[in-house]
């Protein structure tokens, strides 16, 4: 089934859902109405009898409050649904062109990064936003950090990213889960942080929970029979009370920082429970499921737990609730000592957990990215320098407007100077194959037929701008960037660089001779990558070395218009267009 299809088909059910699920939650509002009408009537008649108003008073209750909980869960199927269905229109319009819907990662932008700004990454309408699907914060610093720094195991994230994208209506009941959820406050806080910051108990706190049920239920009992005055029951309840006092604030303190996480919790045991819609289809899933279920350790009971005890927390809130049960059992430190026993029981699995959930969100935004562009594929490293890439384009630009081209650079041929005219689309190529390298190294499916490349990082110098505020010439500021990528090469790293019309700052005689000889010194450091440029004299560097080769795109003068084909092709490009481009703009005569 194509996506559009799909995603459609998943609309009409959200839809019809919605309908349904909306007549459920007007059934039980009339329904929750109705009660408190009747018993609140019934009460009302029941005044003059103490058992039966007590009775009615318990069964109205206990209807009541069922009647409010089966109206939650209505409400928040409702709410499923219809975060169901904007999550297939959005990705229509994804299909359609428009992703602005998703966080484009504006955060994340960094001049100084090695291809980053060049890339668009992190622009409006950019990479990242094409690709986001994840759904808290820590999945989408995962996600950056995965396309800016790359993976260890770009093969592994294939294998995962490639199932993913065979189960894309799971993918949605995972994304669901944390969209309604992120809405919540606390969502995109960190059970990690909370570890950090959890209240540590006295030593002696263990023992209350023993003490004051001992000594208080008793003497209640007692003070009922008359075997004990109220004076001395007073004493034992000052007594008892004090410790509980004592570390008030202290609780709260916990109290309200364990509840701060609760949504975070709640979107983890969910996501977790979803994965065994899987089944076991899927090798490479069934070994994330298990990093979540090992023994006593499983993330769901532990988070079950975690819960249990939060809600057990939110009951000395009301203080109805709370003096009696602090009196009679040592509510607080019942709950001090369970959550200080979660954590040393589960401290050091807890960073697993939420690491391996965050990466999942990671690899749904690969994996709807593959779904969404089935002709997408994935990158074979080659052990050697070769860069064979057939059918390349650029993931940014419509299917009906982009021109696929290929990238070939043999052992031999290092470097590509590229030359064409303005608009013929040299810095589209550039960024395409730049996000070549990019897709390839994180794992992510790339836009090409086939893609065979080297394991290298990807260093670029396309923008750059002056910066009044350090005094920092334009030229000063291209130095400085390929000084950069220099760097890196006297590092011995492994690099491919992507070069767009270098020197600009500078007049043509020096632009020429300081472009020829930087080429000349990336020759002798082994350097690998493309520089586009409108210089036709760096063309000559490849007269009688192999190490330099000249590819090209061209446009196509006829009379009074203008045509391009945005293809590449080997060569040096022969017609330039911007005398030909000032004259319909009627700059010139």
């Avoid at 049920?213 to 007692?222: E, G, I, Q, R």
């Avoid at 590092?491 to 660089?497: H, V």
């Avoid at 002798?524 to 760096?538: C, E, P, Q, Y």
């Amino acid at each position: 089934m194509q996506a559009r299809e799909f995603y459609n088909l998943r609309i009409e059910t959200a839809q019809n859902q919605i309908v349904e699920r909306l007549k459920r939650v007007r059934m039980f509002t009339f329904l929750r109405f109705t009660v408190f009408l009747v018993f609140g009537m019934a009460l009302y008649f029941a005044l003059g009898n103490g058992t039966l108003f007590l009775s009615l008073f318990v069964a109205g209750a206990i209807v009541f409050l069922w009647m409010v909980t089966l109206s939650v869960k209505a409400r928040l199927a409702l709410e499923k649904s219809r975060t169901l269905k904007k999550l297939n229109e959005d990705e229509l319009s994804v299909l359609s062109g428009d992703w602005s819907m998703f966080d484009s990662g504006a955060m994340y932008t960094d001049g100084k990064h090695a291809f980053s700004n060049d890339l668009d990454l992190f622009a409006p309408k950019g990479v990242f936003g094409f690709i986001n699907r994840t759904v808290s914060l820590q999945g989408k610093n995962a996600l950056a950090s995965l396309i800016l720094n790359g993976s260890e195991n770009p093969v592994k994230n294939n294998e995962i990213i490639s199932s993913l994208s065979e189960e894309i209506g799971w993918t949605q009941t995972f994304r669901v889960a944390g969209t309604i959820n992120s809405r919540k406050s606390g969502v995109d806080k960190s059970l990690v942080e909370w570890l950090g910051q959890s209240v540590k108990n006295p030593s002696w706190a263990k023992w209350m929970i023993y003490l004051i049920p001992a000594v208080m239920v008793p003497a209640f009992v007692l003070l009922n029979l008359n075997l004990i005055s109220e004076s001395i029951f007073t004493v034992l309840l000052i007594i008892t009370a004090y410790p509980t006092l004592k570390l008030v604030k202290k609780t709260n303190v916990m109290a309200e920082h364990l509840s701060s996480h609760g949504s975070k919790v709640a979107v983890m045991l969910e996501q977790i429970q979803s994965l065994s819609e899987l089944g076991e289809r899927h090798a490479e899933i069934n070994i994330i499921r298990d990093n979540l279920s090992k023994g006593t350790l499983s993330a769901e009971k532990g988070l079950k737990e975690w819960q249990k005890i939060n809600e057990r927390f939110e009951l000395r809130m009301n203080v109805i609730v709370s003096i009696p049960l602090n009196i009679f059992f040592g509510w607080d430190f019942r709950q001090r000592v369970a959550i200080e026993r979660w954590t040393e029981k589960y401290r050091e699995v807890v960073p697993a957990w939420e690491h391996t959930l965050t990466t999942l969100e990671v690899f749904i935004s690969g994996a709807t990215m593959k779904y969404n562009y089935p002709g997408t594929t994935f990158t074979q490293f080659s052990a050697g320098d070769e860069v064979d890439i057939s059918g390349m384009l650029h993931p940014l630009l419509a299917a009906n407007k982009a021109v696929s081209n290929d990238v070939q650079m043999n052992g031999q041929n290092q470097f590509m100077i590229l030359t064409g005219p303005n608009m013929a689309g040299k810095s589209t190529y550039l960024r395409a194959l730049g996000l070549v390298f990019v897709f390839a190294n994180a794992g992510f499916p790339v836009f090409a037929n086939s893609v065979k490349i080297p394991r290298l990082k990807l260093y670029s110098s396309m923008r750059t701008s002056d910066d009044l505020s350090n005094e920092s010439s334009y030229f000063h500021a291209e130095l400085t960037r390929l000084r950069f990528i220099m760097d890196a090469l006297e590092r011995d790293q492994k690099i491919f660089i992507l070069l767009d019309e270098i020197l600009k700052g500078t007049n043509s005689k020096d632009k020429e001779e300081g472009s020829r000889r930087f080429l000349k010194k990336l020759q002798a450091k082994g350097a690998k990558g493309v520089i586009a440029t409108h210089d036709l004299s760096l063309c000559q560097l490849s007269e009688g070395n192999t190490v330099f080769s000249n590819g090209c795109f061209d446009s196509t003068i006829e009379g009074e218009n203008l045509y391009f084909d945005y293809s590449w092709r080997p060569g040096i490009c022969q017609n330039m267009n911007a005398s030909f481009l000032l004259k319909q703009m009627r700059l010139v005569d």
